[in-house]
C-alpha cells in the first residue's frame, strides 16, 4: 500500500467536496427529519388579536375588584368569531379559551369565581390584576423567522412552520448515493448460504446510516470480483451523487475495486488513511460524482462511515459529535494509526465515563450494536489510565 494519510489530511482533502444536491419544496407535513435550506417565516401574527385564555367572561378589572359587583351580560365571543360590541362599564361578555377580546376589556373573569343568573353575573371571587389574556403576537409576528435554514426539522418545527401558514418548506434534495459492494463471497440476507458465502451486512448498516444522515441510499447488486462486473455496477451507478464502493479495497489478488473505477475514468484522489479500523479508505472523482471506498470488513466500513461519509454528508447530517469522557479502564498505548475504538459511554452525576468494549476486531458486529460512541486515540498516543479524559465520538 502507498503512503498512508493522516485522517485530518483526509477530511481537509474531502471538505471541497461536500455533498451538495440542491434544494426542492415540499409538503411541510412531509418534511420531518429534512434539513431546512430556507428560511421559514411566519405568514401570520398568532395569535392574531389578544385573545382569552379561559372560558369565562370578558370585563373591565375595575368592574370585578370586589365581590358581590354585578355585571350585564351583552353577548357571547366564542372562538372564531370578532367581537363588533365595545363593551361598556358594567358589561360583561360570555367568551371562550381563543377568542378574540371585545375592545373596551382588560380582564377575564374565569367562570368559575362568578355566579350566573340569566344575564347577569355576579363576581364571587374579588379580582386583583388583569389575567387570561393572551396577547397578539405574544407566540410569533408576521415576518418572524420561526425555523433557521440548516435546521433538521423536528415534529415542533414542523407544528410552528404550519401555525405560520406554510403549507411547503424547502429543504436540501437528499444526496443520492450508491452503495456496491463488492466480493464473490456476499449474498443478500434471506438466501440460501452456500460453502464460502456469507451475507453483505454492510449494504444493509450502510444504507441505514445514509438515510440517518440525510441521504437517499441506493443498491444496484452485488459486484462479483471481476472488474466487469463493478463495472456494470458503476454504469448503474451513473446519477448518483456519490458512490460506495465497499470492500475489494485492500491488497489481495481480488481487491478490484479502485481498477475498475479507474478503468471507467474516476481519478483517485488518495488511497489509504493511517486509521484503524479502515486503513484501505480511499477517495476518488469521476465529473461530479464523488466515490467514497471503504473497506468490507463491517466495523471498519461502519467507523469510517461515521468518519469520512457523515464528512461528505455534513450538510444534511450536521457535525461529528465530539466530546470528552472519563476513562473507567486504562488502555494500552496506540500504534501509529489514529484509533477507533468502539465503547460505551454513560452519564454518571452529571460527567460522562467511557468504557472501550474487549473485542476490538474489524470484522465483528455485536460490539458494534453494543458500542454508542467511539473512543479517539492520536497517532501513538500514550497509554491512559482510569480517570483520565478522553475524546469520544458519538456514533449517529
Ligand atoms: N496483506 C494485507 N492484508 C490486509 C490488509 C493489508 O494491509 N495487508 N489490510 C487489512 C485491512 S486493514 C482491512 S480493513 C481488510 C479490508 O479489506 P477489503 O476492503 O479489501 O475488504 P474485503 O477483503 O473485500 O473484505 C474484508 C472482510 O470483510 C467481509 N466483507 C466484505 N464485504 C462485506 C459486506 N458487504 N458485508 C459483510 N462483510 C463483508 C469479507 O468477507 C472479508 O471477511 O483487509 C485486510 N487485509
Ligand atoms: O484497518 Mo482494517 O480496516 O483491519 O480494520
Not at 355576579?122 to 435554514?149: M, N, W, Y
Request: glycine share 10%; hydrophobic share 40%; aromatic share 4%.
Amino acid at each position: 500500500m502507498t503512503k498512508l494519510i493522516s485522517v485530518d489530511d483526509a477530511l481537509a482533502a474531502l471538505a471541497a467536496h461536500v455533498l451538495d444536491a440542491g434544494e426542492e419544496t415540499i409538503p411541510v407535513g412531509a418534511a420531518l427529519g429534512r434539513v431546512l435550506a430556507q428560511n421559514v417565516l411566519a405568514k401570520t401574527t398568532t395569535p392574531p388579536a389578544d385573545v382569552s385564555a379561559m372560558d369565562g367572561y370578558a370585563v373591565r378589572l375595575s368592574d370585578t375588584r370586589e365581590a358581590g359587583n354585578r355585571l350585564h351580560v351583552t353577548g357571547e365571543a366564542p372562538a372564531g368569531t370578532v367581537p363588533t360590541h365595545r363593551l361598556a362599564a358594567g358589561e360583561a361578555i360570555r367568551i371562550f379559551t381563543g377568542a378574540p377580546l371585545p375592545e373596551g376589556a382588560d380582564h377575564i373573569l374565569i367562570q368559575e369565581e362568578a355566579h350566573r343568573t340569566g344575564d347577569v353575573i355576579e363576581v364571587t371571587t374579588p379580582q386583583t390584576s388583569s389575567r387570561h389574556i393572551r396577547k397578539a403576537g405574544r407566540d410569533f409576528a408576521e415576518g418572524d423567522v420561526l425555523v433557521p435554514p440548516g435546521k433538521r426539522l423536528s415534529p415542533a418545527d414542523l407544528g410552528l412552520a404550519a401555525a405560520g401558514n406554510n403549507s411547503t418548506v424547502t429543504v436540501s434534495r437528499r444526496p443520492v448515493i450508491a452503495i456496491i459492494p463488492g466480493g464473490d463471497e456476499l449474498l443478500p440476507p434471506g438466501s440460501e448460504l452456500g460453502p464460502g458465502k456469507i451475507i453483505d451486512s454492510n449494504s444493509t448498516a450502510l444504507a441505514a446510516l445514509i438515510r440517518v444522515w440525510g441521504g437517499e441510499p441506493v443498491t444496484p447488486g452485488i459486484a462479483g470480483d471481476t472488474i466487469e462486473d463493478i463495472r456494470a455496477l458503476i454504469d448503474a451507478s451513473s446519477e448518483a451523487d456519490l458512490i460506495l464502493p465497499i470492500g475489494g479495497a485492500s491488497v489481495g489478488d481480488y481487491d478490484y475495486m479502485k481498477t475498475a473505477f479507474e478503468g471507467a475514468g474516476a481519478e483517485i484522489l488518495f488511497s489509504g488513511i493511517a486509521v484503524r479500523p479502515g486503513k484501505p479508505t480511499w477517495f476518488a472523482r469521476k465529473g461530479q460524482q464523488r466515490i467514497l471506498g471503504l473497506p468490507g470488513n463491517p466495523a471498519s466500513a461502519f467507523v469510517c462511515a461515521h468518519l469520512f461519509l457523515k464528512a461528505l454528508l455534513s450538510k444534511t447530517a450536521g457535525p461529528a459529535g465530539h466530546f470528552s469522557a472519563r476513562l473507567e479502564t486504562d488502555m494500552p498505548a496506540g500504534g501509529f494509526r489514529e484509533t477507533y475504538y468502539r465503547a460505551v459511554m454513560r452519564r454518571t452525576d452529571g460527567a460522562y465515563s467511557v468504557t472501550p468494549l474487549p473485542d476490538q476486531d474489524s470484522s465483528l458486529l455485536r460490539p458494534l450494536q453494543a458500542a454508542n460512541c467511539l473512543i479517539r486515540r492520536q497517532p501513538n498516543a500514550p497509554a491512559a489510565n482510569v480517570g483520565e479524559d478522553v475524546e469520544c465520538v458519538g456514533l449517529t
